[in-house]
């Protein structure tokens, strides 16, 4: 058998900073009607999703020595709330930078 394609798909990483006012799980405290019976708003993994983002990553890059991938691609939802800072969370983190 041949592979065609060796890669990995990362989606709704949702890197979210928690400290953040704006942030849904506020908006509902606040608000318990805001999102009606939808409890989706909140993870456990919100207060850790940079450190579980850059292992991710790690784990991809450890990945891509053993057997080298053709691509990575991300689908979409990166920030949880598309402020700056969560943005420039996911550049530095693929960028391998230490926070």
Do not use: C
């Not at 891509?64 to 969370?89: A, C, H, T």
């Amino acid at each position: 058998s041949s592979k065609l394609l060796n890669f990995i798909a990362m989606t709704d990483i949702h890197l979210t900073d928690k400290e953040a006012p704006n942030q849904l799980i506020y908006i509902q405290q606040n608000n318990p009607g805001y999102a009606g019976q939808n409890t989706s708003i909140y993870s456990g993994v919100m207060s850790y999703t940079p450190q579980v983002f850059d292992a991710a990553i790690q784990t991809a890059n450890a990945l891509n020595k053993q057997d080298p991938l053709d691509f990575v691609i991300s689908l979409g939802d990166v920030s949880n709330s598309s402020m700056y800072n969560e943005l420039r969370w996911y550049l530095d983190i693929l960028d391998g930078k230490v926070g």
